[in-house]
């Protein structure tokens, strides 16, 4: 369902938008802000915005048993008609109950070969909880067990993550993330790891933990430092 109140100025050929509600099963919304029609330079059209947008529940393919609830976002974007490209700007989305910041980026085109998709996101903190409470349990499922089952705590910081998807159907992903005063048992059995600050990557199919600091705590309470420790998974 879509209803929208808008106004339009031919002369300079924007697009106001005063309230602008989507439904769906997947995500409701109320947005406002305005859109220039604008003709590019081989002569097909575009649209460029910018709009403020509110009262934020997303639930996509009935991923989360409770919607997720977001107090508002700034779209900016460019849609060319032909060819068929979707550029997004830039996307901030604020969630004040979680304290979470994002920003995103992305590009979307089709063309006789295919889709062509990029996306590049950064957040500037979220909790253990809070990850998973926007994990889906569908995406990437055996990961997600594993942070529910083994990280009992930790904070993230500066968090950036990439995906790519070309013509060939190839996906590539990225990820990147500082993790500080976080506990958690790299296997079943193994000693608790407490107090570990590090930098965590992964490149497409490669992966990396650095520990700034890390206790390993033993029978004998002595305490095992990995500070200064790398580990791949190539």
């Known amino acids: 369902k879509l209803s929208t109140y808008f106004t339009y100025e031919p002369k ?5 938008f005063d309230s602008l509600l989507f439904e769906s099963p997947d995500i409701t919304l109320n947005a406002e802000g305005d859109t220039v029609i604008q003709k590019n330079e081989d002569h097909g059209v575009s649209l460029v915005g ?30 060319l008609v032909e060819p068929f490209e979707i550029q997004l700007k ?6 004040k109950v979680r304290g979470i910041h994002a920003r995103m980026s992305a590009q979307v085109s089709t063309d006789s070969e295919g889709w062509t998709i990029s996306m590049d996101s950064e957040i500037d903190q979220i909790s253990s909880e809070s990850l998973l409470a926007y994990w889906p349990e569908f995406f990437k499922p055996k990961p997600r067990q594993w942070v529910k089952d083994n990280i009992l705590q930790a904070e993230f910081s500066e ?29 079943p059995g193994f000693p608790l790891i407490k107090k570990a600050n590090g930098v965590y990557s992964s490149y497409d199919h490669r992966l990396a933990v650095s520990f700034q600091n890390a206790l390993i705590a033993s029978k004998k309470d002595e305490n095992l430092n990995l500070g200064g420790s790398q580990f791949v998974v190539l």
């Open 12 to 16: 300079s050929q924007v697009l106001s």
């Open 50 to 79: 910018q709009f403020i947008v509110n009262d934020i529940k997303a639930n996509p393919q009935n991923a989360y048993e409770i919607p997720l609830s977001l107090d508002f976002a700034i779209v900016d974007f460019r849609f």
């Open 90 to 95: 830039q996307l901030y989305v604020n969630d």
């Open 159 to 187: 968090i950036m993550f990439s995906l790519r998807y070309d013509t060939q159907k190839h996906i590539r992903s990225d990820l990147k993330l500082t993790f500080n005063d976080m506990s958690f048992r790299p296997l």
